[in-house]
């Protein structure tokens, strides 16, 4: 069963580091959503491809957070100079849109600490 | 402005009896609604959705409830398991799923055996 699949599952940084994360969708998916989700909420929305359209990216929390699907398969997503207010777990979820009922599944998540 | 709201931060229940988990929502444009249950350092796992041209939908042991008039859905867990223990999240979406997901703050579901 090939899943939703994000790497690494944990990241450890300090303050002013730049990371980037990898999420692998259902092979035959063609949205992918990043979302991020911090302690007592739920996932927020932060941006999302079709293929290898990002067709939003209002939500993206600043101007240090950037998300690429360049071949419309796999997704990376770069937060630059991180801060410490933005250790939380990313969570990526894939989907097949244009086929009605659309229903996102998500991956393991990737958690980051910002020190 | 949340638009899905889970009142209920926990619920605890025996073993064997019915959970029932609460959601509302204030977008009258929200059409699809799902619910996803997570275990701590995982990401959310799906469990059931629901149109909004349906006011039930059943899968096993779990049933979700729609009542558009009032804004308001409900998750059914007949009988819950101890295995159920989680957070359970509403979420919702317009245009069938079409957009991104709303999810709410969850609710942690306790069962006791």
């Known amino acids: 069963d090939t899943g939703v699949s994000q790497d690494p599952r944990h990241k450890i940084t300090k303050r002013g580091q730049n990371v980037t994360f990898r999420c692998d969708p259902i092979?035959?998916?063609?949205?992918l959503y990043w979302y991020r989700q911090t302690l007592g909420q739920g996932p927020e929305f932060l941006t999302y491809?079709?293929?290898?359209?990002?067709?939003?990216k209002s939500r993206l929390l600043s101007d240090r957070f950037s998300a690429e699907r360049p071949k419309g398969s796999f997704s990376t997503l770069e937060i630059q100079r991180t801060e410490q207010g933005d250790s939380a777990m990313y969570l990526c979820?894939?989907?097949?849109?244009?086929?009605?009922?659309?229903?996102?599944?998500f991956g393991p998540g990737t958690r980051l600490l910002v020190l | 402005d949340q638009q899905v709201k889970q009142n209920s931060p926990s619920l605890s229940v025996q073993e064997g009896r019915i959970s029932i988990l609460n959601c509302d929502y204030t977008?009258?444009?929200?059409?699809?609604f799902l619910w996803y249950k997570k275990y701590p350092a995982e990401g959310p796992t799906f469990l059931i959705s629901?149109?909004?041209?349906?006011d039930k939908n059943e899968d096993g042991r779990f049933t979700v409830f729609l009542n558009k008039s009032a804004k308001h859905l409900s998750l059914h867990i007949v009988p819950s398991q101890p295995g159920d223990s989680a957070v359970y999240f509403c979420?919702?979406?317009?245009?069938?799923?079409?957009?991104?997901?709303?999810f709410g703050k969850g609710t942690r579901l306790s069962v006791i055996a």
């Open positions: 979820a894939s989907s097949w849109g244009l086929a009605g009922l659309e229903t996102q599944y």
């Open positions: 092979s035959e998916h063609n949205r």
């Open positions: 491809f079709q293929n290898e359209a990002q067709l939003e």
């Open positions: 977008n009258s444009m929200f059409d699809y």
């Open positions: 629901i149109s909004s041209i349906k």
């Open positions: 979420a919702a979406s317009r245009g069938s799923g079409n957009t991104p997901l709303v």
